[in-house]
């Protein structure tokens, strides 16, 4: 089930598995989507939203179980910045020897839009992918999509 990050404790909660997990320091606007797995309560997923500038912030996606994307989770993951928080434009950040995440960024509509080569501290490249809004095929409705 979706659960929004809405006590500190939450938040909290979200930032350390998201350090524990891929590396990504706290900042003081993360906001956060658990999928708790209802057999366990305990989280599944944790996506984290920071850097929000201007009509742009990061998205960062945390799989702790491997398993497929539930897609009221990708429904509430992308209405979140998009319908909103008044985000245009969401990016990602992937270190290119990461090729799982690289292949699951781009089958969920993110395009690579730049790298930087050899900027990863395993060697790898960083790859900046973003989506648009408008791009964004998991907060359309059928109506939009005819």
Request: proline share 3%; charged share 25%; hydrophobic share 40%.
């Amino acid at each position: 089930m979706v659960v929004g990050a809405q006590t500190p404790e939450q938040r909290q909660l979200a930032a350390d598995i998201l350090f524990h997990e891929i590396g990504v320091k706290s900042t003081c606007d993360l906001q956060a989507i658990f999928w708790i797995n209802p057999e366990t309560m305990q989280p599944d997923w944790v996506i984290g939203f920071d850097g929000f500038i201007g009509k742009t912030c990061q998205i960062h996606v945390v799989n702790r179980k491997k398993k497929y994307t539930p897609k009221a989770l990708l429904k509430a993951v992308f209405e979140y910045p998009f319908c909103k928080a008044g985000i245009e434009t969401l990016l990602g950040v992937v270190n290119s020897n990461n090729t799982e995440a690289m292949r699951y960024d781009q089958h969920l509509g993110f395009k690579e839009v730049s790298r930087f080569e050899g900027m990863h501290e395993d060697g790898g490249d960083l790859v900046l992918f973003a989506m648009k809004k408008a791009d964004c095929r998991w907060i359309r409705s059928k109506k939009d999509a005819t």
